[in-house]
């Protein structure tokens, strides 16, 4: 991640070496600097065209960084939900776009802050669900065992876990 160009700090920096790559001439170094950065291939043609006069705004340059962050941690499941929480709270604020770009802010730490609120806020499920719950286990059909205690943030907390992490 980040190999080839390095980490941006923020939308201004990946656009200064875009621009640098195309005053240069270096069509494919800009297709590669976008490829680094999540960002669409064909805003990248549409920049090397002319037709858009930057690479990448805040907005795509946050939602690109997300993208490639969360591909190398292979987000899945209620990790991959919790990360397009982020990409929500981009998308409405301003000021999130620009802290999620910061090379000090990471989706890794931020999903370490999520994980160890789930693990501290977690809570005994019922007895009554767990008794009819049937799970897959060594490839057979078995009850659950109890007691089962789960605790995963709701999209408001993940939303303010999120907001402080890369706000706070």
């Known amino acids: ?89 981009c998308t409405e604020d301003p000021e999130m776009r620009i802290a999620v770009r910061g090379k000090n802010k990471q989706l890794a730490k931020c999903m370490a802050g999520l994980i160890a609120f789930a693990f501290e806020n977690k809570v005994r499920v019922s007895d009554k669900i767990v008794d009819i719950t049937q799970v897959t286990h060594n490839g057979k059909k078995e009850a659950m065992r109890k007691p089962l205690y789960l605790g995963v943030p709701n999209r408001a907390e993940a939303k303010r876990i999120a907001r402080e992490y890369y706000l706070g």
């Open 1 to 89: 991640m980040f190999d080839r160009f390095g980490e941006f700090d923020s939308a201004e920096e990946l656009n200064k070496t875009a621009a640098g790559l195309l005053a240069e001439g270096d069509t494919e170094s800009i297709k590669g600097l976008a490829a680094e950065n999540g960002l669409d291939p064909e805003d990248a043609e549409d920049y090397i065209d002319g037709v858009l006069p930057e690479l990448a705004n805040t907005l795509l340059a946050a939602l690109g960084k997300l993208k490639v962050e969360a591909e190398e941690l292979k987000l899945a499941g209620v990790l991959m939900d919790w990360k397009d929480s982020i990409v929500d709270m």
